[in-house]
């Protein structure tokens, strides 16, 4: 499968604890990209990289959150001290710029739970 | 503030009928459009793009139409099949602005019975 990949698929945690993510995006794909999706909304853009460069990042992204791509390959998504409002689906999703074309595929996502 | 909408939360066709997916937006620094479709439980998979300069794009049972004076776009499918049935997101960029964030609308739920 030469897709996104995601991991884990699914996280329960209780609130205050630590989680991480982990986004393996296509293999040739440059930019990786961040969004969290909550019940009943669209995706919502958190962060994205091209190589190893963090280039944007949204206001939602509190200092609790860190992303990094360290090689230009995989990256990960950090939360410390989760609390309940950040149960959501985190997607992941990797594109490469083409003749000014680009389209962002994405993962099958990480389902957060905080209790 | 939402700057892409897609004001109807779900739309039922009957199959091999025409679905009409609608979405507007506010943000005239858009340049660039996409639908997706997402099944639960799965990441949202890409399926059609129109950029700016165009009006209309097509592929196989998919059509994106583009109005930028209405701020208005909208995917036809047809003939509409019961493995349509999913919600469909539309989502923006202003990749001119130099922003290549994705600004999604909050999704139509698509019903094909059969």
Known sequence: DTGVSQDPRHKITKRGQNVTFRCDPISEHNRLYWYRQTLGQGPE???????????????????RFSAERPKGSFSTLEIQRTEQGDSAMYLCASSLIQEAKETQYFGPGTRLLVL | ????????????????R??????DYTNS?????????????????????????KDKNEDGRFTVFLNKSAKHLSLHIV???PGDSAVYFCAA???KGGSEKLVFGKGTKLTVNP
């Not at chain 2, 503030?1 to 199959?15: G, T, Y």
């Open chain 1, 45 to 63: 853009f958190l962060t994205y990289f091209q190589n190893e460069a963090q280039l944007e990042k949204s206001r939602l992204l509190s200092d």
């Open chain 2, 1 to 16: 503030d939402q700057q892409v909408k897609q004001n109807s939360p779900s739309l039922s066709v009957q199959e091999g």
């Open chain 2, 18 to 23: 025409i679905s009409i997916l609608n979405c």
């Open chain 2, 29 to 53: 620094m858009f340049d660039y459009f996409l639908w997706y479709k997402k099944y639960p439980a799965e990441g949202p998979t890409f399926l059609i793009s129109i950029s700016s300069i």
């Open chain 2, 79 to 81: 003939p509409s099949q």
């Open chain 2, 93 to 95: 960029s202003a990749r």
